[in-house]
């Protein structure tokens, strides 16, 4: 019995292993395989697939799992060679790009550092040019590796959350990201992906109207002969109009408790595609249409993410196949029909869910109508075309592709109670649309601050005036000229306090602090950090700055050991000791400076 068992076992998972790699060499018959291996020393395990979904943006790449640990060894995928090397407090961070000649670059980011040659032709470049922060492209071949090669260590450096590397796989030509799934660098998935709530709405002309949540759980629906398919129990009855519809859903590849993004969700209405959705590759230019892929409203009230299954007029995602209503859903009294979701992950594990929908006579729509009396008095921005708003004090110009629909905007002034806004408060809110590509925004401040030019700039809130934010700019002509990321309210205001500076020891058991390294905290109270130098009794030295700590660190290099060695060799002949001094000086966006000096302490090894 228990041999019949293993015996049974063994060949499903053998039949399971052969299907896995014939969709995968399907999905993957136009990409190379076995040509990039995996970057990290152990099997693919991922924080993050290609595609996820983020705040403004699709996830360009793969996260690599490195168990929330720094410095392990990170490998070229290829043979090729150094591209590119962009250093960044944010972003990336510590990235590398490498181009290979199969005219595909990989991509690197969230070093904790680099290794070998590359190491130090970076320091020399940031030496040289004085410089912590920069974007380098070869423009011929310098730095050669071989697959294997360690390029670096993995991190935790720039935007990133916690460690992990950053992985990419692009079209070096097109510059275009292509899942890397599709080259196999995939890890052993058997896990079903699930739709956990099905959305349902209605059309306004400017976006939606939620009308109806299913819910989709043990309760709501019913198996079928085949495994992975289910039957909503209650056909779902809809007024004649027309309709889109939308999921929550997620994958899952490690765990049945970690929620991924998903691959490739699609909807069929009258046993035809009405609207699909794939991840395999897109365009840097069109990451921001998540906010028209998602309903964006429901995001920023709930923090959950509804994927549509319908194409807006202004989101030109390509990574869609839709029907001629772009897999928008009419409903005629008549109908009597079966939509069809369907999910599934790279290695083909579904979830397909079938509900039922019944049309009934048309019905006045009292939501609708009420939401139409609430906009009726609202300024109309349109999509496709360049909208602008424009007085002697004011100017607010939306290109012709910032926005994704119809927006209904409170548009107004208010006049400022108090500090810290500077010229009349101007509205251009909209709770429920977002930006595509950013407002040019113009704001004549008042005459006595005229004074303070320099100094002066935009900032916005949303609902609360004490929770304000910097939106940048400059004054120009009589107006402070920026842009503005964000529908909100905005006004002029100005920054002339000097960002604060503090040296940090990070092992408390040391009083005088770390031994291979200095740390300084930096802070801006508004404006942001513009610029920070560091320099050792006069000589510029490397700070590595860490944006979301507000940290500068001095790693121990050149400039620290030739100061001991000199002390060294005074301590032997018995002359002065030259007493290290670190002056730290930070300037904000607006040319407030902070300079501090620190007594450091003597080392002789």
């Known amino acids: 019995m228990w041999f019949n068992l293993f015996y049974m076992l063994k060949w499903r998972l053998i039949l399971l292993i052969v299907f896995t790699a014939l969709t995968i060499k399907t999905n993957a018959q136009n990409y190379p395989q076995n040509y990039f291996r995996y970057p990290l020393d152990s099997l693919p395990s991922l924080v993050s697939p290609f595609g996820g979904l983020r705040d403004n943006h699709f996830h360009s790449g793969m996260d690599l799992r490195t168990n929330q640990r720094e410095g392990l060894p990170v490998f070229a995928s290829a043979d090729g060679y150094v591209s590119r090397i962009k250093i960044q407090s944010i972003g990336y961070g510590k990235a590398i790009y490498l181009d290979h000649p199969n005219g595909y670059t990989t991509v690197y980011g969230h070093l904790q550092k680099y290794s070998g040659k590359i190491a130090e032709w970076i320091q020399n470049y940031q030496y040289k040019n004085q410089t912590f922060e920069f974007d380098y492209v070869f423009e011929k071949p310098i730095l050669l590796v071989k697959k294997g090669d360690t390029i670096g260590l993995s991190g935790n450096s720039g935007g990133s959350s916690g460690p992990h590397v950053h992985f990419e796989i692009r079209n070096t030509k097109s510059e275009k990201i292509i899942n890397p799934a599709l080259f196999g660098i995939i890890p052993f998935d058997t896990l079903n992906p699930i739709i956990k709530n099905v959305f349902v709405y209605n059309f306004v002309p400017d976006g939606l109207l939620l009308k109806q949540v299913l819910k989709i759980n043990n309760q709501s629906i019913i198996s079928t002969n085949n495994p992975n398919q289910f039957i ?283 031994s291979l390294h200095f740390y300084f905290e930096i802070k801006d109270n508004f404006s942001g950090i513009g610029k920070y130098e560091g320099y050792l009794n006069g000589e510029w030295i490397l700070l590595d700055f860490d944006a979301k700590s507000n940290m500068l660190t001095y790693h121990f290099d050149k400039i620290w050991y030739n100061l001991v060695a000199q002390n060294k060799d005074s301590k032997l002949k018995n002359t002065a000791i030259i007493k290290p001094e670190v002056l730290i000086r930070v300037t904000d966006k607006k040319g407030n400076v902070a300079e501090k000096t620190f007594n450091m302490p003597i080392a002789f090894e």
Do not use: W
Request: aromatic share 16%.
């Open 232 to 514: 909503y129990k209650k056909a779902l009855e809809l007024p004649a109009e027309m309709y889109g519809f939308g999921i929550e859903a997620y994958d899952y590849i490690h765990n049945p408790e970690d929620e991924k993004g998903i691959y490739e969700y699609s909807l069929k209405n009258k046993n035809k595609l009405a609207f699909r959705h794939t991840l395999n590759q897109f365009a840097f230019d069109e990451s921001k249409f998540i906010n028209a892929h998602i309903d964006y409203p429901f995001y920023k009230a709930a923090k959950t993410r509804i994927q549509k299954c319908f194409i807006d007029d202004g989101n030109e995602f390509s990574s869609y196949q839709s029907n001629s209503l772009k897999g928008k859903v009419l409903v005629t009294k008549k109908t009597r029909d079966t939509l069809v979701f369907e999910i599934k992950d790279f290695n083909q594990n579904k979830f397909i869910l079938l509900v039922p929908i019944v049309g009934v006579a048309f019905k006045i729509n009292k939501d609708k109508q009420d939401y139409l009396k609430l906009v009726k008095e609202k300024k109309v921005f349109y999509p496709f075309k360049k909208n602008i708003v424009k007085t002697d004090e004011f100017l607010f110009e939306l290109d012709a592709k910032s926005i994704y629909d119809t927006v209904f905007c409170d548009l107004g002034a208010l006049k400022p109670i108090q500090e810290p806004a500077l010229s009349i408060i101007y509205s251009v809110y909209s709770p429920s649309a977002s930006f595509h590509k950013a407002a040019n925004i113009a704001i004549k401040p008042f005459s006595v601050y005229l004074e303070y030019q320099n100094k002066l700039l935009l900032a916005y809130y949303f609902k609360d005036r004490k929770d304000f934010r910097s939106a940048g700019g400059n004054f120009e002509n009589g107006f402070v000229r920026g842009k503005a990321s964000n529908f909100g309210h905005y006004f002029v205001t100005m920054d002339t306090i000097a960002p604060t500076i503090k040296q940090v020891f990070i092992n408390t058991e040391e009083a005088l602090g770390d």
